[in-house]
T-cell receptor, first 114, second 111 residues
Framework: NAGVTQTPKFRILKIGQSMTLQCAQDMNHNYMYWYRQDPGMGLKLIYYSVGAGITDKGEVPNGYNVSRSTTEDFPLRLELAAPSQTSVYFC?????????????FGDGTRLSIL | KQEVTQIPAALSVPEGENLVLNCSFTDSAIYNLQWFRQDPGKGLTSLLLIQSSQREQTSGRLNASLDKSSGRSTLYIAASQPGDSATYLCAVNQGAQKLVFGQGTRLTINP
């Protein structure tokens, strides 16, 4: 059982480039999340989805876009990379059909914008 | 706006000691509070989840308490081991499972 899989693990981008961070889960979880973690800080919510076709903004959505066409996949898109988007990005999922379940996290994508 | 604070930011103790990590939050309207462990270069692993109606949860050498009225939670680690060295994060669930995280406590257990 793979859990939450994020690709790539590392990436270096130039300012103004675009890329998509991939996230897939195989646990049939209905809720999925994208967080970013800056050095020495906790995680901040970028976007989340409560099911296929439904997404909503979190605390820090500017500069990002998401889509959720299937239950399994929740990609995060950076359109015009900026140095402020240098961070570690974590994807998470949870089965909200059962109460009080902890979120499951991927191992993260470490992104540098130069 | 919910704010979550963890004190101390870093803690170093000798092996075998019992220790307490602290977490405070500003808005008591939470569904649950979760403690996570993060190893360097890795994602987060759930340790304990305390429902808003509960006072504490235990798993092995770990015990987490919740005082919702005062906006505080503690994570107690008994008989610490070098393998417990990691960053510990607390997070509150504000609804729709949206988590607000503290900045973490970096714990080092010295052999």
């Amino acid at each position: 059982n793979a859990g939450v899989t994020q690709t790539p693990k590392f990436r270096i981008l130039k300012i103004g480039q675009s890329m998509t961070l991939q996230c897939a889960q195989d646990m049939n979880h209905n809720y999925m999340y994208w967080y970013r973690q800056d050095p020495g800080m906790g995680l901040k919510l970028i976007y989340y989805s409560v099911g296929a076709g439904i997404t909503d903004k979190g605390e820090v959505p500017n500069g990002y876009n998401v889509s959720r066409s299937t239950t399994e996949d929740f990609p995060l898109r950076l359109e015009l990379a900026a140095p402020s988007q240098t961070s570690v990005y974590f994807c998470a999922s949870v089965n909200d059909r059962f109460p009080n379940q902890p979120q499951h996290f991927g191992d993260g994508t470490r992104l540098s914008i130069l | 706006k919910q704010e979550v604070t963890q004190i101390p930011a870093a803690l170093s103790v000798p092996e075998g000691e019992n220790l307490v990590l602290n977490c405070s939050f500003t808005d008591s309207a939470i569904y649950n509070l979760q403690w996570f462990r993060q190893d360097p270069g890795k994602g987060l692993t759930s340790l304990l989840l305390i429902q808003s109606s509960q006072r504490e949860q235990t798993s092995g050498r770990l015990n987490a308490s919740l005082d919702k009225s005062s906006g505080r939670s503690t994570l107690y680690i008994a008989a610490s081991q070098p393998g417990d060295s990691a960053t510990y994060l607390c997070a509150v669930n504000q609804g729709a499972q949206k988590l607000v995280f503290g900045q973490g406590t970096r714990l080092t257990i010295n052999p």
